[in-house]
Every structure is written in C-alpha cells, then in structure tokens.
C-alpha cells in the first residue's frame, strides 16, 4: 500500500454555501460524494480546496460564500474546519470569514489553534484540483491556461503566490502612470525593480515545475491518458529553463521594460513580460496541438497532466501528499478509462475527492473507496454494496 501522508479524517462546514452545519468523518481511501446537480457536492470540493492558499477553486469572493437561506445571507460568516492525519501527527486546520461589528470581513486560518498565514499553510497543504470548467483550457485564450498552470506551480512552490500577487501590483501601478502621462522616469525605475524582480521569480517558479511535471509524466506507463509534452512560450521562462539565474533574468526584464516605455506608454498598459506567457501542451502519441486533439481526447491529457502533477508533488522532497479535488472527472470518462482512473487513485497515496451525479459511477472502485450521498446540503455515509 502506498504512504498516505497528509489526509482528511474529518471535515466540518457552517454556513459555508448551501452547509448549515456538514461534518463529515472519513477515513485516508478516495472520498467519492454522489448527488443530484445542486445538492452540494462540489461545494464540499470548494471547501477541501479553501484549507490551501488562495480563493479556492471557483475563485470566488469570500462574502459570496456566506450560505444564502430564504434568499437572504445568513449573518455572520462562514468556517471550515478539518482534522488532518500527517503521518501520524494530528493536524487541526481551520479557515473562515470574520465579520466585524461594523460589518468589515477578513479571512481568518489556524493551524493547532494558533494564527497562520495562507503562506504556512500552504506549506503544510498542497492541494490539486480538476474542474468541467478546465475541460477545454487547451483551446481558450492563453490567460486561462495560465492560470491553470500557475495553479500547479503553486502546489509545488508556494510562495508562487506571493510573488505573482507583487508582481500584479507593480504592473497596476506602472499601468497607472502611464494613464495618467508623463510618468516621473525616477518612479518607473523603482516600479520596473520590483516588477522585474517577481517577474524573474514567477519564470523560475515556472520553469522548475515544468521539468518536475514533465519528468513525471515521461515516468508514466502507456495507458488510457495519453502523455503530453509541455512547453512554455515566454522569453524569460525560456531563460530559466536553459539555466540563466533569477539575477540575469531580473536584469534582462529590466532592461526589457525601461527600453518598452514609450510603447507602453502609448498603449497604457505594460505589453511584455511573465503575464503574456502561455503554456503550451501537445498530444505527444499524435505529435498534434492539444487545441487540434478533439474534446475526449483534450480531457485525457488534461486527467494525464493532473495525475502527473500529484505523483510529483508525491514524489518530491519539498511536499506532503497533495489533496487530489476531481470535480465531476467520472462522467466525461468511459467505463475503461474511468475504471484505469480509479486504479491509478487508489494505488497513487493522498487522498482523492470525487464528485458525480450517480453512485454507480464509482463502482468500479469496490471497497478502496468510501462514499457519501450528498442531498440539499446534508450528507450520509453510504456503506459500499461491493
């Protein structure tokens, strides 16, 4: 049996969505949450996906997850809570939002009651997750695939996120003095250092985690989820791909910068760097595009990617196990790729949430998974019928 490392053993939600009040007791096997379209399923995924950094997987407000009853938002904010196994260790993780007397909202998290930064936090967990929103990444705008790669980058670095967060801000303020013309050359200056410093950091980040993907993808055995091969089309991740240090990059984004200003400034926005990057992935069985491959064969190579992913996060000497969160992934599969899935999960270690609108989607799982019917916002245990 494979280590399991970091898992869930129990999970509780209050007022988070449509859950009142869900606790949910389970063991380290694949969670697989079976229910009508609405009753709550993926808003448990969401809830998993909160323990980690960022907004979750439907990158969502933080006020907007407030459960919503009789068309009114129920006061007060939401919390989750989640007992965690970390080989053998007890872990108590807890993430809300707190509203103020003056109805002012802040996200508050602990771990072992203690106050926790996202950033710690997203040391302890890395979390993974598939969408039907992502099933066509491959061929949407390369702002989407970015922000898809980006989430797995995270799950190997963490403070991926920071980084990308300061990178953002730098660019609005720069984006800003142009707006507003005849920008102070002195302030560019100072607003290029730290843009071309996360920019840097962003590419390096980007470029190592591309060779630890791709190098478990090319461990993968032949089998129902086609390889892929990835690449990134971005001149500064090309540089760090090929070895150049984070210095020479900053140097070179710098440089890139000061020499773009009166195009940019005649533009009003910044035109070059790390947020016009884009990913690139190809059918590595048919040497095609993944934009070319069609829909079914899109959504193996992305499955491929995403099970690639978890094993070298697993793999790794710099994460526990990750949290693997694949929402509705058994219905867009047919019987032999779903029951290769669900072999691989079980021999994969972590643990795996699944979500899907019928119980017998999961049968192919027998015993090495656990179940639960999820109806209106309640959830029942369902023992397995072998």
Same mark, same amino acid.
């Given at each position: ?11 509780? =939600? ?8 869900? %606790?949910? *007791?389970?063991?380290? #096997? ?10 709550? +399923? ?5 809830? %998993? ?7 979750? =997987? ?34 108590? $993780? ?13 996200? $508050? ?37 970015? +922000?898809?790669?980006?989430? @797995? ?9 920071? %980084? ?11 984006? /800003? =003095? ?18 071309? *410093?996360?920019?840097? /950091? ?43 240090? @984070?210095?020479?990059?900053?140097? #070179?984004? #710098? ?42 064969? @899109?959504? /193996? ?9 978890? +094993?070298? &996060? ?26 290769? &899935? ?11 949430? =699944? ?25 029942? +245990? ?5």
């Amino acid at each position: 049996m494979p280590a399991q490392g970091l898992t869930i053993q129990r999970l509780a =939600l209050h007022n988070f969505r449509n859950h009142a009040s869900t %606790v949910l *007791e389970m063991d380290s #096997r694949p969670v697989c949450l079976f229910g009508a379209n609405g009753a709550g +399923k993926t808003n448990l995924l969401e809830a %998993v996906s909160m323990l980690g950094p960022g907004k979750g =997987l439907r990158a969502a407000s933080l006020p907007s997850l407030v459960r919503v009853d009789g068309g009114e938002t129920v006061q007060g904010g939401w919390a989750i809570s989640a007992r965690m196994d970390d080989d053998g260790l007890d872990r108590q $993780i807890s993430v809300g939002l707190e509203v103020s007397a003056e109805g002012r909202t802040r996200r $508050i998290a602990k771990l072992d009651d203690a106050p926790v930064s996202q950033t710690n936090l997203a040391e302890l967990i890395r979390v993974v997750w598939l969408t039907p929103a992502m099933d066509r990444v491959f061929a949407g705008p390369a702002g989407d695939r970015r +922000k898809f790669y980006d989430r @797995q980058v995270l799950a190997h670095i963490p403070s991926h996120g920071s %980084v990308s967060a300061a990178y953002e801000k730098a660019m609005r303020e720069r984006n /800003a =003095l142009f707006e507003q013309g005849r920008p102070d050359p002195s302030w560019l200056d100072a607003l290029e250092a730290r843009l071309a *410093e996360a920019g840097a /950091a962003i590419a390096v980040n980007r470029a190592q985690a591309l060779q630890r993907i791709q190098n478990a993808i090319d461990a993968r055995p032949e089998g129902e989820f086609p390889k892929a091969d990835l690449s990134i089309a971005g001149e500064f991740e090309a540089m760090a791909l090929q070895g150049d240090s @984070q210095e020479g990059i900053e140097l #070179r984004i #710098r440089d890139s910068l000061k020499d773009g200003r009166g195009r940019d400034s005649a533009a009003g926005r910044t035109l070059s760097g790390v947020h016009r990057s884009d990913l690139q992935v190809s059918h590595r069985p048919k040497q095609l595009p993944a934009a070319q491959c069609s829909t079914g064969e @899109q959504k /193996a190579l992305l499955m491929g990617m995403i099970l690639a992913n978890a +094993k070298a &996060l697993l793999e790794g000497d710099f994460a526990p196990n990750p949290l693997l969160l694949l929402d509705e992934a058994a219905a867009h599969l047919d019987s032999a790729r779903r029951a290769a &899935l669900y072999d691989e999960l079980a021999a994969l270690g972590g643990q795996a949430w =699944l979500t899907g609108t019928d119980a017998a989607l999961f049968d192919a799982f027998g015993d090495r998974a656990q179940r639960f019917c999820v109806e209106n916002g309640l959830v029942t +245990k369902v023992e397995n019928s072998g």
